[in-house]
């Protein structure tokens, strides 16, 4: 195992892909103990950098410095080697293992010519995760896990491994506003051990963790400094080159008829626990209705549930009248269900499709996308066209891989596909996870822009800040059942966050 890094640096890094000038001349510093932020747009070139950094890709120029001496690394088990250890926002992990097999893949220690110690791993794990107040279930299978458990099964695998330098790509874009907290308060006591480069959007955690901030904008440097010289508005001013006013929903509530009737609703989870229990709400058309809660208290299988994703046991789910519980998401989708799913990348598109294949995805039979089972290419391209434009999604063109897409950037084809749609009811689960500010700004626009249309929303999402500012009405969920619903006015971060933790109001 090599020393403590003191100091490492990357100087003059470009990196260039088909159409894209992904890092130009791009150089950063982070000494001892130091927490760099890094923050831009998405797209900016921000995990592209970190990618270099790790190994991942190589730089076309540039070089990387580790205590004054450069470094190459061929992949990144060099960058292990080194002691570097990056938590993806992408989860690098193997569903049907378990946690321990998924630490195990990377941990050397425990192998032998003949064997493998799991049991050892199996401890490690529960050390690092109790050390560091990481809650996680050494036996759970990954795919049973929420999108917030992964999160702290990346961070605990990346620990366990030795990471002593760590990179981390929206580490909070999973978790609640109470992990959050708990995870800035762990970060800064960690840089008394190693040294972090922080990559967010969420301008408050900037502030309150780094010691030094470095802005890109379309793959360049275009500010680096001493974070505690500037507000979290001079950050978002020089991130997207103008100031950013997050939209809020001030406009009269409006008395719609009932859409979506949810009655004595029970759903069990993957792990054949109730997930919700016998839960009910009404969604008014021409509202907005948030739902708060902790991750991991039936969210996600409500959302798959009203799309036909997952059994429904018993109770009703009533769409304009007609029930649709347990129908196929085929059926529920023609009813005239929109949907943005929690997991962009897995649920939302399918990576190796073109953009204009994405856009389609729903109505690929239908006109005017196709006559007779033949594909119209001239009516898509330009129904691409449009919604790449009204949409601003920042792209080379229609026909790139929306994997290869930045996070936000397949948010907002997701966001154009289903809001294009002109669906009768929106489900929009964590719409905002791991964007910036400028995609937020966006964002939010367009959801209040579809409830002026008259169509009834149904917000989930751990921001509090979010389902405050856009909910007409807010649902806190607890252990699979509604604990409370408030009007947007009786609403405050406190009466939610006790709410959320299973307090019931007098």
Known sequence: MEGRITELRMEHITKRFPGVLASDDISIEVGEGEVLALVGENGAGKTTLMNILMGLYQPDEGRILINGEEVRFR?????????????????????????????ALGYKEAWSPFRLSLPEVRRRV????????????????????????????????????GARFLILDEPTSALTPQETDELIAL???????????????????????????????????????NTDDHSSQDIAAMMTGHSIDLPKNEEERREGETVLSIRDLVVMSDRRTTALDHLSLDIRAGEIVGLAGVSGNGQRELSEAINGLRKV?????????????????????DAGMGY??????????????????????????????????ILSRKDIDMYSEKLVKDFDVRCP????????????????????????RKPRFLIAVYPTRGLDLGAVEFIHQQLLAIRREGIGVLLISEELDEIMDLSDRIAVIYKGSIQKVLMHDEATRARLGVLMAGVKEV
């Open 75 to 103: 992949g990144p088990e060099d960058a292990f080697r080194m002691g570097l250890g990056m938590v993806h926002q992408q989860y690098m992990l193997v569903q049907n293992m378990t946690v321990t097999e998924n630490v």
């Open 126 to 161: 529960i050390e690092i995760s109790e050390r560091y107040s990481l809650a996680v279930n050494p036996d759970a299978y990954i795919w049973q896990l929420s999108v917030g458990e992964q999160q702290r099964v990346e961070l605990v695998k990346t620990l366990c491994l």
């Open 187 to 225: 970060l800064r006591n960690m840089t008394s051990e190693l040294s972090i480069i922080f990559i967010s959007h969420k301008l408050q955690e900037v502030k309150a963790l780094s010691n030094k901030v470095s802005i890109l904008r379309h793959g360049r440097v275009v500010f680096s400094g």
């Open 313 to 333: 046991e018993s109770g009703t789910i009533t769409f304009f009248g007609k029930e649709i519980q347990n129908l196929t998401p085929r059926q529920v989708i």
């Open 340 to 373: 943005i799913p929690e997991e962009r990348n897995v649920e939302g598109i399918v990576p190796s499709f073109s953009i204009r294949e994405n856009f389609i995805l729903k109505d690929a039979s239908k006109a005017p996308f196709s006559s007779h089972a």
């Open 397 to 420: 063109g229609i026909s790139t891989a929306a994997g290869s897409l930045s996070g936000g950037n397949i948010q907002k084809v997701i966001l154009a596909r289903e809001i294009e």
